[in-house]
């Protein structure tokens, strides 16, 4: 287990100083007087009396007869606590290191059966490559060396960071040497050993300056977006390769790889019994130690220490009794046939000559180049993090892809392989003790001394227990890929999985992953495509401004508004997603839906839209071409500043420049918009005798005139219909309205709804009442200020300003045209303004002071309650649809 990190203790304990300072210095004697202590602090206690103390003794006296020269002192306590210090440290090192020795063992024993295992494999076990296994391991020792110097030294937030050649990388590796084979030929083997390992040790440098640059500009996080199942369906795919290579490469079978295809004659291979006996024991064996880890699961339990050395030693017992001869052994496969196992570990140094080096094959790679370079660069992202909280550790993933780029890029330009940091191996590592750098660095010095060593011994291990070792990873990466997952993906995720190892066996490793991102982006437009991009549908009635208008014209508002249609879209709109939007607008006008209710706007919410391609922005052309054709308005809306790039899609089609299509940044403003276009069109086109109103928003050319544009039409007949009942023949009032004058005008406007306005009862209101006329942009009150009394607007716009604490609330804004009130509920309350209110369009204002709320309260109560309630009725109407406006704009 790691060595527990000890605590601060409290200063002055006996723990606080090493055991070695405390040797060096002499034990102060409890019998010393304080104040000789507090008289000499630097000293050791002499046998003199104490000095005796005064209030007039300075703490710190210059001379004593009874002690030696300060720098004398100083330099002796100095040179003590120097050599005390190094012995400290030797001897901390000594048990770190002590400490570190099984996991050191453990780790040695995980790096040769995994050099054996899979560095025999690097090259492919046909052609010219047939006796380079021995080559393959040493360079698989090489880059786990160079990779766990660089962790060790400090490269990795990991202080016992293991680092081995990336085994992933195996199927790649043997498409590149197949391929540059077979562009330069058999007959150039010098040619062939050295244009491969020149490819080799290139895909190490690329992948250690990508590394290397995704650390550095911190985009470790980038990857994580990157689709798991397919790196899912690619793990598969390795496993169903290693447990291929177990049965019918150089592990067990010794078929040519070039031979083997998914046939019956290869399974007809399989099952002779010469080659069934070579790969069943260690198919035998790999399942056997599943049943055993599967079933214990007690850390003391170590497959590798325990179960593949017992193999070997199993195997020798068996051959010794036997006496079976260890040449024929190896002739019939179950020893490794290492031809050149004698040579020195730099061999492989020798096969490197540019010279001999073919740059047009080698060229000719680079595609299989870039998809080795994406596999390799989704795993330290994916298991850096896992290992983090396996090892309850805080680490960076951006410093573990800089130190991933610093080993590759030195294994690449030290001749070989790519390397990584090995989760397994790094979890086990750390659960026997390998918690420190400097079990790192022994276990980089044991793995050297294997490799000066040689590869020699790979001769007399048994073709099994690699043959096992491999069909146990083999299989753990297929059961992570096919059964693991069963219920964690979805189906179409699963099937993806499913067939990338498909397309890995049955073709290539490059051609499976392109398989698989293109099987994704098929997957993604079909999923996306199910999904509703239209958040809801509604009708102008249902949806108003928050501008508060006279009951009248609300009144025919929310009639007339049944011709604006309102359509919220949400999501990313893009070829798979747009077709329905358009088709649902479609629906809107076709000729049964229009003979039900025909509109004259469409309102087109784009607030919760995250992006539109060009597919998208096309299709909106499209819908403007129908639209145009029956006379209706397309109202864009929701584009804020974040919107920029929504924006520009649709202006790159001419969107906005196409007649009939309008854009508002917020869908207030295009509603507000809309309801000002039907009361200018009835203000404008009634021949009734009506007061003409300021309209708040923006004003353009866009207010047509809807009745001479829709001349006998359904809607141009809904509109006058509603306007005469609504606007022009309100509610009766007591006396004409042009004998009362103002205020009493404006009251009618406002309260006429909620009942008749008798002259004769509001007559007295005017005494109580303040006229005003105020400039554009006037103050009138900032939100939290104290209320001092309520407004009846007379002529002009004031706009308030709704500002919400909760940060996940919009602001919202509320005009206030001709004919209603504002302030009302905070002067009858008498608490603070809950809006800032501001002068939009120069007003004429009534003003009803709280005092002068007070003194009507007193000298007509009837009048006051009267008023009251007509206040309190219309404050009721107004704050519901701004509630509903806030409400909807969620």
């Known amino acids: 287990m790691p060595t527990p990190r000890r605590g601060p203790t409290p200063l002055g304990s006996p723990a606080n100083d090493s055991k070695a300072e405390q040797e060096a210095s002499p034990a102060f004697p409890s019998h010393i007087p304080v104040s000789h202590l507090i008289s000499a602090p630097h000293s050791p206690p002499s046998s003199s009396p104490p000095l005796s103390l005064t209030e007039h003794t300075p703490l710190l006296p210059t001379t004593s007869p009874h002690r030696p020269p300060y720098a004398a002192q100083f330099g002796h306590v100095s040179t003590r606590k120097t050599l005390s210090h190094v012995r400290g440290a030797l001897t901390n090192t000594a048990k770190d290191a002590g400490a570190a020795v099984p996991a050191v063992i453990l780790g040695t024993l995980l ?28 360079m698989f020792f090489v880059s786990a060396i160079i990779s766990q110097v660089v962790y060790s030294a400090g490269a990795s937030g990991f202080a016992g960071a293991n680092g081995s050649m990336m085994i992933e990388v195996v199927p790649f590796f043997h498409i590149l040497a197949t391929r540059i084979a077979d562009e330069i030929g058999e007959e150039h083997p010098q040619e062939i050993i050295a244009t491969t390992l020149v490819a080799f040790a290139f895909s190490s440098v690329l992948t250690g300056l990508t590394f290397f640059l995704l650390g550095a500009f911190r985009l470790g996080s980038l990857i994580g977006f990157f689709p798991r199942h397919i790196l899912v369906g690619c793990i598969g795919g390795v496993g169903v390769f290693l447990i291929i290579t177990g049965q019918v490469l150089t592990v067990s079978t010794r078929m040519p790889e070039d031979d083997f295809n998914l046939s019956l004659s290869t399974i007809s291979f399989f099952f002779q019994l010469k080659n069934f006996i070579l790969w069943a024991p260690a198919f035998v064996l790999a399942t056997l130690l599943r049943v055993i880890t599967a079933r214990w699961h007690h850390q003391l339990i170590l497959p590798v220490c325990t179960y593949f050395i017992i193999i070997p030693i199993v195997f020798y017992v068996i051959v010794a009794s036997t006496r079976m001869n260890l040449s024929d052994l190896r002739h019939d496969g179950w020893l ?4 050149v196992s004698e040579e020195a570990w730099y061999n492989f140094y020798t096969y490197f000559n540019l010279s001999k080096t073919r740059w047009g094959p080698l060229w000719s790679t680079l595609p299989t180049q870039l998809a080795l370079l994406f596999f390799n660069i989704l795993h330290p992202p994916l298991n850096v993090p896992a290992l983090a909280v396996s090892l309850d550790l805080d680490v960076d993933t951006n410093k573990e892809l800089v130190a991933h780029g610093y080993s590759n890029l030195l294994a690449g330009l030290l001749g070989t392989v790519p390397n990584y940091l090995v989760y397994v191996n790094t979890l086990l590592f750390y659960r026997v003790g390998g918690s420190t750098r400097m079990s790192g660095f022994l276990l980089a010095a044991a793995t050297l001394a294997l490799l000066l060593v040689g590869t020699g011994p790979i001769a007399y291990i048994p073709v099994l227990v690699v043959g096992a070792l491999i069909f146990v990873l083999g299989i753990d990466l297929v059961k992570e890929a096919l059964w693991d997952t069963r219920h964690r993906v979805n189906k179409t995720e699963y099937i993806t999985i499913a067939s990338i190892m498909a397309a890995m066996t049955v073709w290539d490793f490059v051609t499976g992953v392109f398989f698989g991102i293109i099987m994704s982006c098929l997957f993604f437009v079909v999923q996306n495509s ?29 009639e007339v508004s049944k011709q604006t249609a309102v359509v919220r879209l949400q999501g990313f709109l893009f070829f798979g997603t747009v077709t329905h939007v358009e088709e649902t607008i479609r629906g809107l006008v076709d000729d049964a839906s229009w003979q039900r209710s025909p509109i004259q706007f469409l309102v087109v919410d784009l607030t919760a839209v995250a992006g539109v391609d060009m597919s998208a922005a096309e299709s909106f052309v499209r819908v403007q071409r129908l639209l ?32 009939g299509v309008e854009l508002f940044q917020t869908m207030n403003d295009a509603m507000e918009w809309t309801e ?12 009734a005798e009506t007061k003409p109103i300021t309209l708040p928003g923006r004003q353009d050319s866009i207010f047509l005139d809807i009745h001479e544009s829709l001349p006998n039409s359904p809607r141009r007949s809904h509109l006058r219909d509603v306007g005469f009942r609504t606007i022009a023949q309100p509610p009766e009032p007591a006396v004409s309205i ?15 709804s909620y009942g008749q306005i008798n002259p004769d009862v509001f007559r007295p209101i005017v005494s109580y009442l303040e006229h005003l006329s105020l400039p554009e942009g006037f103050i009138l009150w900032n939100q939290g200020d104290p209320s001092d009394g309520l407004y009846v607007i007379e002529a002009g716009v004031l706009r308030a300003t709704y500002e919400f604490t909760d940060d996940h609330s919009p602001r919202i804004e509320e005009s206030m045209v001709a004919g209603t009130l504002a302030g009302e509920l905070s002067a009858l309350s008498g608490l603070e303004r809950n809006a800032t209110v501001i002068v939009e369009r120069p007003a004429t204002l009534w003003k009803l002071s709280s005092e002068g709320l007070r003194k009507m309260q007193a000298e007509q109560p009837e009048l006051a309650t009267t008023f009251t309630s007509l206040v309190l009725k219309s404050a009721k109407i107004d704050y519901d649809i701004l509630l509903s406006a806030l409400a909807t704009r969620q």
């Open 111 to 138: 790096n040769v059966l995994d050099g054996v295992s899979y560095g025999m494999i690097i090259f492919p076990a046909t052609g010219v490559f047939t006796d380079l296994g021995a080559m393959g391991v040493s």
């Open 336 to 339: 490794f046939d290492v031809a």
């Open 530 to 558: 199910q999904r509703r991009s239209i958040r809801a549908i509604h009708t102008g009635e249902t949806v108003m401004s928050t501008v508060r208008r006279p009951s009248a014209h609300r009144a025919y508002i929310r």
């Open 628 to 659: 145009a054709s029956k006379r209706i308005i397309l109202v864009f809306c929701g584009i804020s500043s974040e919107g920029a790039a929504i924006k520009r899609a649709l202006e790159n089609v001419d969107l906005f420049a196409l007649p």
């Open 676 to 687: 000002n276009a039907y009361l200018h069109a009835w203000f404008t086109s009634s021949k």
């Open 738 to 752: 042009a004998d009362a004058g103002e205020p009493y005008n404006t009251l009618v406007q406002a309260f006429s």
